[in-house]
């Protein structure tokens, strides 16, 4: 058996850059956002409202016992076919369509964001009585304190976390060839198929993988031992 692993890195090489360009723009804002969602989500399962926690708690519980694919396909799928009949039982039509990028950065979004939110909820908890104590004892309100001591403190010690998760979605992007995005997976798959060269080209696949992955976990252990000596 003869590999052609030049030809098929100077012919597919080109399409993986542009696919690399989706991975982190999908990336970036989906983990972006997802901060922010687990952010909202662990304030309000720490809130003392308690039907808003009952309903955060068995929505975190749906997404977590769901597959990541799943929701892709719900997102990219079911909810404009949900939004447009309801549009029309109530008398007005809409052609809503949600872009197949935009349902992975949504899905990215929720399903991380309720992940992270344990994480976050988990910090805010640990975090040492004393400095709501001396927040307050300074004049600060529960709403300032909150703000201004325990939730940036909480957030500090989770980035070690935080890597790890950025680094899962960074691997996860590949689903997202499910719901036809130009990611890695899906412009391999098309190479291939065309070209028959399948070990070479998902060999160069993997190891574009590779080359994402390691640097980012390396930077993620790098930042992990520095906070740990400024402690």
Not at 3 to 8: I, L, N, Q, T
Not at 185 to 213: C, D, G, N
């Amino acid at each position: 058996m003869e590999f052609h692993f030049k030809r098929a890195f100077e012919t597919l090489g080109p399409s993986l850059l542009d696919g690399v360009g989706v991975v982190i723009y999908v990336t970036l804002v989906g983990f972006s956002l997802s901060l922010i969602v687990a952010l909202l989500l662990a304030l309000g399962r720490l809130s003392k409202i308690k039907p808003l926690v009952r309903i955060l708690s068995i929505f975190i519980e749906i997404i977590r016992g769901t597959p990541l694919l799943v929701q892709f396909f719900y997102i990219y799928y079911v909810v404009q076919i949900f939004i447009n009949g309801i549009s029309d039982m109530l008398g007005f039509e809409t052609h809503m369509q949600i872009q197949a990028v935009t349902a992975g950065i949504i899905g990215f979004a929720i399903n991380y964001g309720c992940y992270i939110s344990e994480v976050i909820r988990s910090a805010i908890v640990a975090i040492d009585p004393g400095q709501r104590e001396a927040g307050l004892a300074l004049g600060f309100s529960e709403k300032q304190v909150m703000l201004y001591f325990i939730i940036p403190a909480a957030l500090r010690n989770s980035i070690p976390v935080f890597g790890n998760y950025l680094v899962m979605m960074v691997k996860d992007t590949s689903l997202l060839a499910m719901i036809t995005v130009q990611e890695l997976l899906l412009r391999t798959k098309t190479y291939a198929s065309q070209t028959f060269l399948t070990v070479e080209s998902y060999t160069i696949l993997a190891l574009m993988y590779l080359v994402i992955s390691l640097p980012l976990s390396k930077l993620c252990t790098i930042i992990e031992r520095r906070l740990k000596q400024s402690k």
